[in-house]
């Protein structure tokens, strides 16, 4: 755990330097917008400059996005004595998973839960054991199909739920084995959802 910890707070450092990086290019990216708004009817150019102004800035803005994600993940080792919270936890994971589903050909949809859901759990073992349910069920989908990773509360507790794939086949699937062992070691329940589609965790309440 401290080797996590550790690089956990070397790569927030990181992510807020480059979170600075990109506020600057977005800044300059702005003042050339503007600079062209002023002076550029006469720039034989000036649509294409524009076009790719609009590329940057949607491009600084996805790093941006990505960037505060991962400055979200580099604390996720961290225990919080209130427990973390499980929409965060979550809704980080999904943005920073959305490439692996891409490369299946899958869409990712997050859909968050009541604020302020709370767990025992550390951030990261939520979004570690909610990665390897995602794991199990990406092979299973069409090309093009979408998989939800939702919040839900029951009975006043926590749960992750991935939606869009059946649960008998995500069990046969050779990673499932180890999510069944981790969820088991941190005390997180693992069901069928409603109708046996999906996968839900039911993640332990926080500590009082």
């Known amino acids: 755990m401290r080797d996590a910890l550790f690089m956990g707070r070397m790569t927030a450092q990181a ?16 003042l050339m917008e503007d600079l062209l708004a002023m002076g550029g009817e006469g720039f034989a150019h000036a649509e294409r400059f524009k076009k790719g102004l609009g590329v940057l800035a949607a491009q600084v803005e ?3 996005t990505l960037s505060e994600q991962l400055n979200y993940c580099a604390h996720a080792p961290e225990v919080c004595p209130a427990g973390s919270e ?13 490439r692996i589903a891409a490369r299946h050909r899958v869409r990712l949809a997050f859909a968050p839960g009541r604020a302020g859901l709370r767990t025992s759990l550390r951030a990261v073992e939520v979004m570690d054991l909610a990665g390897l349910a995602l794991d199990c069920a990406l092979p299973l989908l069409a090309r093009d199909a ?7 509360e029951q009975g006043g507790l926590a749960e992750a739920r991935v939606e869009g794939a059946p649960y008998a086949e995500m069990t046969a699937q050779p990673v499932f084995a180890e999510l069944s062992a981790r969820a088991g070691a941190l005390g997180v329940g693992l069901r069928p959802g409603p109708q046996g589609a999906g996968l839900v965790l039911a993640l332990p309440a926080p500590r009082a």
Not at 86 to 97: K, M, P, S
Not at 146 to 152: A, D, H, I, N
């Open 62 to 64: 996805r790093g941006m």
């Open 146 to 152: 979408e998989l939800c990773l939702r919040v839900v």
């Open 15 to 30: 992510t807020h330097e480059m979170q600075n990086i990109l506020a600057t290019i977005r800044e300059s990216a702005g």
């Open 86 to 98: 499980v929409n965060d936890a979550l809704r980080a994971l999904a943005v920073l998973f959305t």
